[in-house]
Each structure stands twice: as C-alpha cells, then as structure tokens.
Nanobody, 124 residues
C-alpha cells in the first residue's frame, strides 16, 4: 500500500504562486502515473494535471493550462504542482493520486492511492 503525503498548501493572494509536493512512501512510485485533483466545497473532485511514469508526458485541465506545471522527481519519490497566477476559483483541497496500472484516465475512479489533501486558499 503506497502512502502519499501532500504539503505546500496555504493562503495566497490572487496572482501569487504556490508549489505543492507529494511524497510517496515507496520507490515503486517511479512506475506509477501520478495526478493532482482538487475539490472545492460543494463540488465534485476534478482533474487538474497528470504525468506519466515512463515518458513524463503531462496533461492539464483547460482551467489550469498555462498556469500550472506538474513534474516529478523519481529519485525523491516526489511529484510537484507548481501553481502560478492563482485565481480565487483555484481555491480547493488539492489531492495527489497514483495510478498503478497506467489507465490513462482523468477520472478519480482510475486512481488507486490518494493523499490526505492540502488546502489552497486564494484571496482577492
């Protein structure tokens, strides 16, 4: 069972930046596709970004494209989400997730392991 621990959330003004980190408990992390999701109060969990394990290809939700960057450091068992030009509507709990078998999906149901989440709040 892989454990994922997120950090880096906080309160930031609109236009500011944050970098989220997600550390995995096992080195098998390097063979998993990883993703970030977010969930705002009263809304469903939504896809934010994904990175494959082999080629490092990245995919983004339209709402964050050009502002957010997902990356990974397999030597550190860590995936990152660099968030720039933050907007109030980016406020949510952000979760990292691992896809063990490479389903290539953006649905939360396709991910096997989840972190506990980290709160990101963007103020005006």
């Amino acid at each position: 069972q892989v454990q994922l621990v997120e950090s880096g959330g906080g309160l930031v003004q609109a236009g500011g930046s944050l970098r989220l980190s997600c550390v995995a408990s096992e080195s098998t992390f390097s063979r998993y596709a990883m993703a970030w999701f977010r969930q705002a109060p009263g809304k469903e969990r939504e896809f934010v970004a994904r990175i494959t394990w082999s080629t490092g290809n990245t995919y983004y939700a339209d709402s964050v494209k050009g502002r957010f960057t997902i990356s990974r450091d397999n030597a550190k068992n860590t995936v990152y989400l660099q968030m720039n030009a933050l907007k109030r509507e980016d406020t949510a709990v952000y979760y990292c997730a691992a896809d063990r078998v490479g389903r290539g999906s953006f649905s939360p149901n396709a991910y096997d392991y989840w972190g506990q989440g980290t709160q990101v709040t963007v103020s005006d």
